[in-house]
Structure formats: C-alpha cells, structure tokens
C-alpha cells in the first residue's frame, strides 16, 4: 500500500470488532509512527496503551463513573462555531445519523451513540496521547502529525482506527486510571482494531 492508497482507505471507525490486536503489533506501530515530524526533536507525545485485561479494567473504571461531572481538558470546538465551520460539521453529524437510522428529534438515541466513544466503539485496543502542560500549539501541532502517521502506518497493516478528542471531556477518568503525572494532560485516545464491515456507519465519507 503507497501513502495515498492509505490516505484514501483511511477512515474514522465507529463500530468495531471484538478481534484482538497485539501488543507487539501495536509497539511496532507506535516505534514506526514516532518518525513522525516533531519541531525541535521534543516529541511531546506520551502514550498510554490498552489491551486486554487493562482494556477490560478501564471499561469497568469508567462505568463506575459515569455520573460523575467533569472540567473538559480543552474546549474541542470554539464556543461560537462560524461559518462555513458550523455547516461542515453540522452535515457529518446529520450524514452519520442518517446511516445509523437516527432522526434528529430522537435525541436519547443520539446521546446513546455519543456515549459508545467511551467504550471505544467496542475497539478491542487504544491508546492515549497526553502532552506536558508547558508545552503550546506548536507541540500540539506535532502531535496531530504524530496521529496521523500513526493512523496511516496502521492503515497499511489493515488495521482500523479513531482518533478521539472526546476523551477530553473525561480526562479524570482517564489519568486517574493511568495515575499518570500531574504535569501531564490529556490530549485525545486513539480506538484500535478491524472495522465491523457490516456496520453502515463505517461507510460515511465525509466531504472535503
């Protein structure tokens, strides 16, 4: 597979199968992806993987949570979207909900949908990706670039991903699980694993 055929193959998956992902494969993956760009060779990114009996731990940590009220990390859209921004995102949302048979005024259905984020959409691997709280949007930059070779190396071995600023709105749940540093914030998770092909929300293509 050449870099554009990943490009193209590429998609964010949000409906997973249960089929396992190495450790190995994953560490093989992250060692490839840490080639990625990184202004001044800081590489900022620290990443947290789970899988199997974590993976299973961490579900069960966050359903013991799930009523708690949390500070989102970072706001993940400015609070007054503009045009054409708000329209852009406003037609994904409605394309996904139209392949998941959602009308719009189902509004328990929708938040039902939002909640399967923090189960990974049933992916059986992930990672998050925290960055030390000195550092700015330069080094938030590197990390975009970071995630997307990782996404696109994953891609060439045919396995599928998500990448997920929602995790920003749970960070306590998650650095409370990982008792990772104080100076350390959480950036988004990453969702690993093969795509559930029968899924009709696998198949949206969002317009460019």
């Known amino acids: 597979m ?5 490009m193209y193959a590429r998609k964010t998956i949000r409906n997973f199968l249960d089929t396992p992902v190495s450790n190995e494969v994953i560490a093989e993956l992250l060692t490839k992806a840490a080639r990625a760009p990184s202004g001044g060779n800081v590489q900022p990114w620290r990443i947290y993987v789970l899988n199997g009996g974590a993976m299973t731990r961490f579900r069960a940590h966050v359903e013991s949570r799930a009523s708690v009220r949390e500070t989102p990390e970072y706001a993940v859209y400015p609070p007054s979207l503009k045009e054409p921004y708000r329209s852009s995102r406003f037609k994904v949302g409605e394309d ?6 959602i009308p719009r005024e189902d509004k328990a259905a929708r938040f039902a949908h ?19 709280k000195n550092m700015g949007p330069p080094q938030w930059s590197d990390l975009g670039m970071f995630l997307q070779t990782f996404m ?20 306590k749940a998650v650095t409370s699980f990982l008792q990772t540093p104080d100076n350390l914030m959480l950036f988004c998770g990453m969702a690993i694993g093969f795509k559930n092909p029968s899924a009709p929300v696998n198949t949206l293509v969002s317009d460019r």
């Not at 050449?2 to 990943?6: E, L, R, S």
């Not at 996904?96 to 048979?101: E, H, K, N, Q």
């Not at 994953?154 to 991903?161: L, Y």
Request: hydrophobic share 50%.
């Open 96 to 101: 996904m909900y139209g392949l998941l048979g």
């Open 152 to 171: 696109l190396l994953a891609q060439e071995a045919g396995i599928d991903t998500c990448a997920q600023e929602a995790w920003a709105t749970r960070p």
């Open 114 to 132: 939002l909640a399967r984020n923090f189960e990974f959409f049933g992916a059986p691997a992930a990672f998050f990706c925290l960055i030390d």
């Open 2 to 6: 050449n870099v554009t055929d990943a």
